[in-house]
């Protein structure tokens, strides 16, 4: 026997008892989409390694450890599976001169990559819901994204989810605050653990970030990057407030809160839960200004966020069961005559939009009938060769208990309907 070859460590399959979550969340975020006009966009999973590098930081942790990035063999060509769909989307935006006709509301949902340490919540092939909102300038549009969210949240039935927000004012303001951190960590650089003395000279915002225990104190006493400001950003991140506040969104300001990857400025918020342990933010985004221009298109403002479709089914599941989706129909058969009748027959009530599944495999009735009660369906359909002949269905119902009856195609149908 050859040696089994199992999944790529941390790439996970969905199966059917779990699909069924994946099918109401997919089936709930496209109604949601749809009620705020964003249109959907597909991108190719595999772009030119420099997109990244360019949108997300080259000194980021994505860009410096966990990108599955490799060369082209037929062209030499440094290619690497996104771990992220901002910087994909934006770059398919201007490719495609989605702009030339004004502001885009986009949004797209499929696989992201990272080679992170595999654990509950954070997988190396994981799945996104990404929503772009590309030539808006205004709070408004920070602020119905956030709205976005909180209105998602009902309808998938989570509740134990908070909102932090923040503002990183302009690419001046971030380099003012850079600049105080890299002197405050720099005076107590024997306190810092080897992971931020990496940081310190690189990217010192993330250190705010550090989960480490013994840094806690220290980063508590950083410098707060709300304290340089500019002008217009805070009267921006006033104008989300504002918005917030009237429709009832309730959001804790985290001034520590800076996002990791570099594009962002101005507003910038994290949905948090406390359910999923470790890997506790859900869903997160902000204003990314400048990164139209940053690879290539003519400056526009934009604005985003991406959620993390595993970590929400986690929390979907916990707060209520949901069962899976049951056939209308299991068709069974048995004699030659009876297969071929059988076989038009679950077209025939397809067309009328019922679920049905055809026993296949040859088997016995016996055999037939304890599938057909163990499939869900509410009804099964049996069809021997005097019903062949006849071109009649004899109907079973599973549940309940209901008799059974021998009738033409179309009463067949109104009996399964309920009629």
Not at 18 to 26: K, L, P, V
Not at 108 to 134: C, D, I, S
Not at 215 to 227: K, N, S, T, V, W
């Amino acid at each position: 026997m050859s040696e089994r070859i199992q999944a790529v460590r941390g790439m996970n399959d969905i199966l059917p008892e779990q699909a069924h979550w994946w099918e109401r969340f997919d089936d709930t975020v496209r109604d949601w989409l749809h009620a705020y006009g964003y249109r959907t966009i597909r991108m190719p999973v595999l772009e030119r390694t420099d997109l990244f590098v360019r949108s997300i930081g080259e000194v980021t942790d994505i860009v410096e450890k966990e990108m599955y990035t490799f060369v082209d063999q037929m062209n030499g060509e440094s290619l690497t599976l996104r771990p992220e769909g901002t910087a994909s989307c934006v770059r398919a935006a201007i490719e495609h001169n989605l702009l030339y006709n004004g502001p885009q509301r986009l949004c797209y949902t499929g696989p992201m990559f990272r080679h992170e340490r595999p654990q509950k919540g954070r997988y190396r092939q994981f799945h996104q819901v990404g929503v772009e909102a590309l030539g808006y300038a205004g709070p408004d549009i920070d602020a119905e994204h956030i709205v976005m969210c909180a209105r998602l949240w009902r309808d998938l039935d989570i509740g134990d989810v908070a909102l932090e927000l923040n503002t990183l004012g302009d690419s001046a303001a971030r380099a003012r605050f850079r600049e105080r951190l890299v002197s405050y960590f720099g005076r107590d650089e024997a306190l810092l653990d080897a992971d931020s003395k990496r940081r310190l000279h690189t990217n010192p915002l993330r250190i705010l970030d550090s989960k480490n225990p013994q840094m806690q104190e220290l980063i508590a006493g950083a410098p707060r990057m709300i304290d340089d400001i500019d002008d217009a950003s805070c009267a921006h991140f006033e104008g989300v407030q504002t918005l917030l506040k009237a429709a009832g969104v309730p959001f804790t300001l985290n001034t520590r809160l800076v996002r990791g990857l570099d594009y962002y400025n101005r507003t910038v918020f994290e949905w948090v839960t406390a359910g999923l342990g470790a890997q506790g933010t859900v869903c997160a985004g902000g204003r990314y200004d400048g990164l139209v221009e940053q690879i290539g298109g003519k400056a526009a403002p934009a604005c985003g966020f991406a959620m993390g479709v595993e970590r929400l089914l986690e929390l979907m599941q916990h707060a209520q069961p949901v069962a899976p989706r049951a056939i209308d129909v299991y068709l069974v058969h048995q004699g030659a005559a009876a297969a071929q009748f059988a076989f038009g027959v679950a077209e025939g009530l397809r067309d009328q939009q019922l679920a049905v599944a055809l026993d296949c495999g040859g088997t016995s009735f016996k055999s037939q009938m304890k599938k057909a009660d163990g499939s869900g369906a509410r009804f099964a359909v049996i069809i021997g060769d005097d019903e062949a002949a006849a071109q009649k269905l004899t109907v079973k119902p599973l549940r309940g208990n209901g008799e059974q009856t021998r009738c033409a195609l179309a009463q067949a149908v109104a009996l399964i309907r309920g009629k």
